[in-house]
């Protein structure tokens, strides 16, 4: 160990500072990988599960509604005035079903579960983590990981799977409302247009995809959370670097994502 500590302090101050996102990388492996194998291992904080859910869902659902009402209502609105250009209004469901369901459900959902849901989860663990609970409960032989982090976890998956069928039935319920009622498209229509382009395929990759936000956010808030450092202060950098990490990784996931899916479709 001696050997080990003097070959550390012996390194580079640039291989050192390639040294710290190396350890961040590995410790958020490590965390994912634990939690993961501790999803299936008794006993399940199911008290903490339900708690979470709720607090999830509670922080989370003002904000979708609020942004998915313009983001559909914009999309439609420059969708049929190209198809009323066209002379295909009464396609307007097409699109309206097709943007809410692959694409403004999922970015949506991006936007809620990392900007809301992640940060207050980090919050929440960050706090924990300097008044130094998660210490106190290794001390009492309570695996941290299984006692908060995996609750949290399935919480926000289960969280961001409701909020993008949520994003979705308001999207779509806001599309007809503005398709019908302000530039006059024929109700039967636009139900019947619908489904040409959308089907089982398209609603079975945004859940998917929806499931894949909640885990990859919830996973980069826990880490974030239970490895803060410097006080006070160093939660509020863990909340700022938790929203940057999960803007990043959620797009990628959503570009990915999309691209198996339209692959899927055809």
Same mark, same amino acid.
């Given at each position: ?102 694409? !403004?459900? @999922? &970015?949506? +959902?991006?936007? *809620?579960?990392?900007?809301?849901? $992640? #940060?207050?989860?980090?919050?929440? =663990? ?15 032989? !309570?695996? @941290? &990981?299984? +006692?908060?982090? *995996?609750?949290?976890?399935?919480? $926000? #998956?289960?969280?961001?799977?409701? =909020? ?30 619908? #489904? ?71």
């Amino acid at each position: 160990m001696a050997t080990l500590r003097f070959a550390l302090n012996r390194v580079p101050s640039g291989a050192g500072a390639l040294c710290k996102p190396a350890r961040a990388v590995g410790g958020f492996v490590a965390m994912c990988l634990d939690t993961f194998l501790l999803m299936f291992r008794s006993p399940f904080a199911w008290r903490e599960f339900l708690l979470q859910s709720w607090f999830v869902a509670r922080v989370s659902i003002v904000p979708t509604i609020m942004l998915a009402v313009p983001f559909t209502v914009l999309t439609v609105f420059v969708l049929n005035i190209l198809l009323i250009e066209f002379g295909a209004a009464d396609y307007s469901g097409t699109g309206a079903a097709l943007g809410a369901i692959t694409q !403004i459900g @999922p &970015i949506v +959902t991006v936007l *809620v579960v990392a900007g809301a849901g $992640a #940060t207050a989860m980090c919050a929440d =663990l960050g706090a924990r983590t300097i008044r130094e609970e998660l210490d106190a409960l290794r001390v009492l032989g !309570i695996n @941290p &990981i299984q +006692t908060l982090v *995996v609750p949290r976890v399935l919480a $926000a #998956t289960l969280v961001a799977l409701l =909020l993008n069928s949520t994003v979705s039935v308001i999207g779509l319920s806001g599309g007809f409302v503005f398709s019908v009622y302000v530039q006059h498209v024929t109700p039967g229509a636009f139900a019947a247009g619908m #489904t040409i382009l959308t089907g089982p395929v398209e609603v079975i990759v945004a859940l998917c995809k929806a499931a894949l936000f909640g885990l990859a956010a919830s996973l980069i808030a826990c880490y974030k959370g239970i490895s803060v450092g410097g006080g006070p202060a160093g939660v509020g950098n863990a909340v700022n670097e938790t929203v940057v990490l999960s803007f990043m990784a959620l797009f990628f996931i959503n570009v990915v994502a999309t691209a198996v899916g339209v692959q899927a479709a055809q």
